[in-house]
C-alpha cells in the first residue's frame, strides 16, 4: 500500500471508526455469536490476491463488530469500564503511523522522552510526589510480575546473579488479600515463588479490607518457620467489590518484616485524579511500587498501564540486559525503557494518553468520572431502598454490587436465581452486567463507567435488572 492509497483507506476507515461509535447504542451488547462461528465465516487459508479495502470494511460489519461484546456501548457495565476515548484513539494511530521502534533510547528518542514527560503529568495529575519514577507496560498483571521480580531480588540480595532461587536457603513468602485479582497469584507462581509460599489473608469488614493485624501475625509466623516475607501486594479498588487495602497500614508492617510493598490500583487508580478520593488511598507514598491502567476507566486505549517505581536503579537492576548491538554513546545518560520491564520492542505507547490528555484535557476526564460516581451512588441507593434487593458491598466508587433475595430462597437456590436474572439480562442485549462470587456466593456487579453512560442508561438497566428478576424469581418463572 503506499501513501496515497492509505490516504483513501485512511479518510474511509476514520469514517467506519466515528459511525461505529455512533450507531454502538444501537447493537447487543452482548456478543451473540457462538463459539467458532467467527472461525467459520473466516476463510481457513491466506489470501494470495490483494483484497479492495471496501472488502475488509464489509467484513467488518459482516464478520467482525456481530462477533464483539461492545464495551463501548452505554449500557455495557461489564467487567470494568473499558473505555478508548477517540481521542486516545488517533494517539493509537499515530503510533501506528509513525512505525517507530522503541528498543532503545537511540532508536526513537522522542518516544523514551514524550513518555518520561507523559508518566510524570498523570503522577502530577494523581496528586504523588515527585519520588515516584514511571513507566508504560501493557497491563498491570505485567506491573505486578515486574514487581515481585524486584522483590525477589531485594529478599535475596540478587538471586538471579548466583542460583536463583534454587540455590535459597530458606523459602521467601508472598502476601495479599483473598480478594486481590488473580493476576497477583500468576505473578508470584510466574516469579518462582510457588503457591505453597503466597498466602491469601481474609478480607475483613463489609468494606473487604486487608486486615493489617492478621498480616503481622501471617508475616510473624512464616518467619517464625523460617521463611522469609519478601512482597506483600495490597489492592486499592478490588476488582469484585473495589474493596480497598489499608495500604498505610499495610505498610508499617510490610516494612517492619523488611518485605516490598507493591500496591495494585489497576482499575480504582482513575480515582487519584480526584483530589476528593484520595483518602481512599492513604498510604499509597509509602510503598515502593505501584500500578494503575488509564486504559479501564480513565479512558485511554488498551495496553497503557502507569507503573510507579520509588527506585528505577533497582528496577533496572533486575530487568537490565545489554546486547552490544543496542549499545551508543549515551548509554548511562538516559532512560532506557527496555530495562524497566520484559519486552524489548515497544510501541509508542505514550502517545495515545498525550493525545487523550491534550485534546480531553484533565478537568473533562475528571468531570466524567464524577458523573460516574453519582450514577453509582444512585444507583446504590435505589437498591437499597427497594424491598427484596440488597447490596452486598458498600458502593466505594463505581462499582455496584447486588442482589435479588426473594423470601424463602436457600443459598443454592438463590445462587441459580442471581444467575439466572443477570443471564435474563444480558441476553436482551440491552444491558451487560458480571455475575461475580463474593465468599462462594454468586452476586451481580453493575460496573458503571463506560464513556457514553448517561443517567438514563443505568435507570433503564436498573429496571431491566427489576423485570428479570421478577420473571427468574423461583416459582414465578415464565
Ligand atoms: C484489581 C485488578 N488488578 C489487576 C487486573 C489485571 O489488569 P490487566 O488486564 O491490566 O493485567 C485487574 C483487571 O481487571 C484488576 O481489576
Known amino acids: 500500500m503506499d501513501p496515497e492509497e492509505f490516504r483513501r483507506a485512511g479518510h474511509e476507515l476514520v469514517d467506519w471508526i466515528a459511525d461505529y461509535r455512533l450507531r454502538a447504542a444501537t447493537l447487543p451488547v452482548r456478543a451473540r455469536v457462538r463459539p467458532g462461528e467467527v472461525l467459520g465465516a473466516l476463510p481457513a487459508s491466506p489470501p494470495e490476491e490483494a483484497a479492495a479495502f471496501a472488502e475488509i470494511l464489509h467484513d467488518l460489519d459482516a464478520v467482525v463488530v456481530p462477533g464483539l461484546t461492545h464495551t463501548q456501548h452505554p449500557r455495557n457495565f461489564a467487567w470494568f469500564p473499558s473505555n478508548a476515548s477517540l481521542s486516545s484513539v ?77 540455590g535459597e536457603p530458606s523459602p521467601l513468602t508472598v502476601y495479599c488479600s483473598a480478594d486481590a485479582h488473580s493476576s497477583v497469584a500468576k505473578a508470584a507462581l510466574l516469579a518462582g515463588y510457588g503457591s505453597d509460599h503466597l498466602r491469601l489473608l481474609a478480607p475483613a469488614g463489609p468494606a473487604r479490607c486487608m486486615d493489617a493485624a492478621k498480616l503481622d501475625e501471617a508475616m510473624s509466623a512464616d518467619r517464625a518457620a523460617g521463611r522469609r516475607p519478601a512482597a506483600v501486594v495490597a489492592t486499592a479498588g478490588t476488582t469484585g467489590t473495589t474493596g480497598f487495602d489499608p495500604i498505610g497500614a499495610v505498610a508499617e508492617v510490610a516494612r517492619r518484616h523488611g518485605a516490598f510493598l507493591h500496591v495494585d490500583a489497576a482499575m480504582a487508580g482513575a480515582a487519584l485524579l480526584l483530589p476528593e478520593h484520595r483518602h481512599l488511598f492513604e498510604g499509597i507514598e509509602e510503598a515502593d511500587s505501584l500500578c494503575w491502567n488509564p486504559h479501564k476507566w480513565m479512558g485511554t486505549v488498551l495496553e497503557t498501564s502507569l507503573f510507579y517505581v520509588r527506585d528505577p536503579a533497582e528496577l533496572v537492576g533486575v530487568m537490565a540486559t545489554d546486547p552490544s548491538y543496542l549499545r551508543s554513546s549515551v548509554d548511562g545518560a538516559v532512560v532506557q525503557y527496555r530495562d524497566w520491564g520484559i519486552p524489548l520492542g515497544r510501541r509508542f505507547r505514550a502517545l495515545k494518553l498525550w493525545y487523550q490528555l491534550r485534546l480531553d484535557g484533565p478537568e473533562a476526564i ?63 442485549g440491552q444491558a451487560h452486567l458480571t455475575p461475580s462470587l463474593l465468599d462462594k456466593r454468586w452476586m451481580v456487579r453493575v460496573s458503571i463507567g463506560a464513556e457514553p453512560t448517561e443517567w438514563d442508561d443505568v435507570e433503564a438497566t436498573w429496571r431491566l435488572m427489576q423485570e428479570a428478576a421478577a420473571t427468574t424469581t423461583p416459582g414465578r418463572e415464565g
Open 90 to 166: 488517533l494517539g493509537d494511530i499515530t503510533a501506528a503511523g509513525l512505525g517507530a521502534l522503541g528498543i532503545t533510547w537511540q532508536s526513537a528518542p522522542a518516544l523514551t522522552e514524550l513518555e518520561q514527560v507523559v508518566c510524570d503529568w498523570m503522577r502530577q495529575l494523581a496528586g504523588l510526589s515527585e519520588g515516584w519514577h514511571g513507566t508504560i507496560l501493557d497491563g498491570a498483571s505485567a506491573a505486578c510480575l515486574v514487581a515481585l521480580l524486584v522483590a525477589r531480588e531485594r529478599a535475596t540480595d540478587g538471586s538471579q546473579r548466583r542460583s536463583g532461587l534454587q
Open 366 to 428: 475528571r468531570r466524567r468520572l464524577r458523573r460516574d460516581l453519582a450514577h453509582a451512588a444512585r444507583l446504590g441507593e435505589l437498591v437499597a431502598a427497594e424491598p427484596g434487593w440488597e447490596l452486598v458491598a458498600p458502593v466505594q466508587l463505581q462499582t455496584v454490587c447486588v442482589r435479588h433475595v426473594p423470601d424463602g430462597c436457600g443459598p443454592d437456590e438463590l445462587d441459580a436465581h442471581t444467575l439466572a436474572w443477570c443471564e435474563a439480562v444480558n441476553a436482551s
